[in-house]
């Protein structure tokens, strides 16, 4: 099917929400892990059991920094799904933030040739989808472009200009096996993504609000 644009609604990322039972304290732990510029907090109860669908990735120059923000993330209270390592696509770790939210930080390089220099060289929200080209071909239709596209297993979007965080697409079962956890979930998301255009919300559930 080919991809069409609807020249009518044009949509990008504007921001990123995470919904904590504990406002406070999660912004006490994503500013010792060093990301709290990235996202908004909100108080929320709603229920919320197993994956949820999705993780927020750091992309940094080396295994070093890699190290860094893990530690940094641990030292605040995370637990780690995946101890940092090599692979076959470089070096990454895998943390859980106290409020639930799955972190992924890594870098391609393999050889640590740089001292830890805690920065962030791309900030990207990855959805784990059921569908990964109906789900790419309905945000192309709010007016998100397609950078990168690998089939029905990934796609990644242009940043908007408002916002610091980039948007992918992957498969909801791929997602959960890469950051080694079961792909199960029930309830909330817990996330929802800012719009600059209008409110509404995705075939897997994943809810867009308009940003003033």
């Keep these: 099917m080919a991809i069409t644009t609807s020249p009518a609604v044009h949509t990008s990322l504007a921001s990123v929400t995470l ?15 060093g990301v ?4 908004r907090l909100r108080a929320s109860e709603a229920h ?4 949820r669908g999705f993780t927020l990735a750091l992309t940094v120059s080396g295994p070093a920094t890699v190290d860094g923000f893990v530690a940094a993330a641990v030292d605040a209270g995370a637990t780690v799904l995946k101890p940092a390592a090599k692979s076959l696509w470089g ?14 930080i890594a870098t391609s390089a393999k050889k640590d040739t740089g001292p830890d220099t805690r920065e962030i060289d791309e900030f990207v929200l990855l959805l784990g989808v059921e569908d990964v080209k109906a789900t790419k071909q309905f945000y192309v239709d709010r007016g998100l472009t397609v950078t990168k596209s690998f089939g029905g297993k ?33 309830g909330s998301h817990r996330i929802v993504l800012g719009s600059t255009a209008d409110t509404f919300t995705d075939p897997d559930g994943f809810a867009w609000e308009a940003t003033a």
């Design 19 to 33: 919904e904590v039972a504990d406002p406070e304290a999660a912004r006490r732990f994503y500013t010792a892990f």
């Design 36 to 39: 709290d510029t990235y996202i």
């Design 48 to 51: 919320s059991t197993g994956f």
């Design 91 to 104: 070096y990454s770790g895998v943390v859980q933030a106290p409020d639930g939210t799955i972190w992924k």
């Design 154 to 186: 990934y796609t990644e979007f242009a940043p908007g200009r408002s916002s610091r965080v980039k948007l992918a697409l992957y498969k909801r079962r791929a997602l959960a096996k890469d950051l080694g956890v079961p792909a199960d979930g029930t």
